[in-house]
Each structure stands twice: as structure tokens, then as C-alpha cells.
């Protein structure tokens, strides 16, 4: 059983996450502020500025500035960079 709940990688936030939110966050990816539940990142940045619920971003910057809009998933590399609050998209690059 692992009772961590971030790891660090040269002194950063590598990867964290919660139980109680949902949250999983790889790759100095996520926010400290995220508020939201049920979000899945990986990927340096994706979702840096995220409070919303139920994103999957995957790749650098995916869903960079992200804020309100949920059930978003961002595949690539800076996939749904500027979606702020747009909900219900899908991309791939």
C-alpha cells in the first residue's frame, strides 16, 4: 500500500493525486488549485489552470487554460489549448 499522495522529481511536484477528488496529475502536470474531481493528466502543464470536472488531457500543454469547462479530452500536444470553458470537446493532434 502506498500512502503518499505526490511524488517529487528533482525537487518539482512530479505526479500526484487523491482519493477523495478523483484527481490523478503525471508529469509536473495539473494545478495546486484545481478544485475539481475526476481529472486525469499527463504531460508537462496539461491542464495547468484547471478548476472543472471530468478532463483527460494528454500531452504538453493539453488543456493548458482550461478553467470551468468539463467532460473536455486533449490528446497531443497542445491539444484544446485555449479552451477556456468549453464543454464537451474532444481533440487529437
Known amino acids: ?23 490523478a496529475y503525471v508529469g509536473f502536470s495539473g494545478s495546486a488549485a484545481d478544485s475539481g474531481l475526476d481529472n486525469t493528466s499527463v504531460g508537462y502543464e496539461s491542464l495547468a489552470s484547471n478548476t472543472a470536472n471530468y478532463n483527460t488531457a494528454s500531452g504538453v500543454e493539453a488543456l493548458y487554460y482550461n478553467t470551468t469547462g468539463s467532460y473536455n479530452t486533449a490528446s497531443g500536444i497542445g491539444s484544446l489549448y485555449y479552451n477556456k470553458t468549453g464543454t464537451l470537446n474532444t481533440a487529437i493532434q
Open 1 to 23: 500500500m502506498v500512502s503518499a499522495s505526490g511524488y517529487n522529481l528533482g525537487g518539482s511536484l512530479f505526479a500526484t493525486g487523491s482519493t477523495s477528488s478523483g484527481n
